[in-house]
């Protein structure tokens, strides 16, 4: 029961790593799932993927770590894994600026293929530590992400620096993402959405019954109105002789009245 508890998770998100060949993408994902660094890193064939499960803002995250393959003759095996992903890092090598010049045709094929237009793009600057022979200055890496509409970080998988950092902000934005959309879908207080359609009551059977019956009064008080008023209209015959003469003697005031 202890293992499967462990192996529950509230959240899970898949994050692509992409870009250039060497750029140091598995030593990346090497570096934060086990905390290892190697210099003798095998190329990445097609694709590979680690997890790990954090633990973000009081909740149980896991991660897919998607390590795709940077030479383009097994570039389009990886790109079928940018489909669904929720956060996407493209990664150079500070000290190599061919592999930077390449970012925007990484950017590219993301735009196209992933499915998410929504989904987090991170421009990573890889070995930070080699600063001091760098060809891409930390200005025109943040210029590229401004232009991108993107996020840049420099880190260093040889020696730790800005991984456990890197990843923690995109857990954390993740969470924070996913439960403001949970919170706001099930805010009953907020105007119901267009696509619900407003179903009239129909009225039940003694309703309708009590509907019926009542028109069945009103036409009766109507009816019997219209026989008093009939009744009303109705003239006697012993009362004909005397509306002749009243009519008689009205008449005759009259034309007396005009001579």
């Known amino acids: 029961m202890e293992t499967q508890g462990k192996s529950r998770f509230d959240f899970i998100f898949k994050i692509v790593l992409v870009g250039d060949s060497t750029t140091g993408k598995t030593s990346l994902i090497s570096r934060y799932v086990d905390d290892t660094f190697s210099t003798s890193t095998l190329t990445t064939i097609g694709i590979d993927f680690k997890l790990k499960t954090v633990e973000v803002e009081g909740y149980r995250v896991k991660l897919q770590l998607w390590d795709t393959a940077g030479q383009e ?11 669904g992903s929720h956060a996407c890092l493209v ?3 500070i000290t190599r600026k061919s592999t930077f010049n390449n970012m925007p045709r ?5 735009s196209e293929l992933k499915s998410d237009d929504k989904s987090l793009i991170v421009l990573v600057g890889c070995k930070a530590d080699l600063s001091d022979i760098r060809e891409v200055s930390s200005d025109t890496g943040q210029k590229l992400a401004i232009e991108e509409g993107a996020r840049w970080v420099e880190v260093s998988s040889k020696n730790g620096e800005g991984v456990e950092q890197l990843f923690s902000d995109i857990a954390r934005h993740l969470v924070l993402k996913k439960t403001d959309y949970l919170h706001q879908s099930s805010d ?3 105007e119901p959405v267009s696509s619900f359609d407003v179903v009239p009551r129909l009225p039940s059977v003694t309703e309708q019954r009590g509907g019926r019956k009542s028109v069945l009064d ?3 008080r109507l009816s019997l109105s219209n026989r008093r008023s009939r009744a009303k209209s ?3 015959g012993d009362q004909l002789a ?4 009243a009519n008689t003697q009205k ?5 007396c009245c005009i001579l």
């Open 188 to 190: 009953m207080s907020r």
């Open 218 to 220: 009103r036409l009766s």
């Open 91 to 93: 990664v150079y090598d």
């Open 73 to 83: 003759r097994y570039a389009p095996m990886g790109e079928m894994y940018y489909r």
């Open 106 to 110: 990484w950017l590219n094929k993301i």
């Open 234 to 236: 109705v003239i006697k």
């Open 251 to 255: 008449n005759t005031q009259t034309w």
């Open 242 to 245: 005397d509306i002749k003469q």
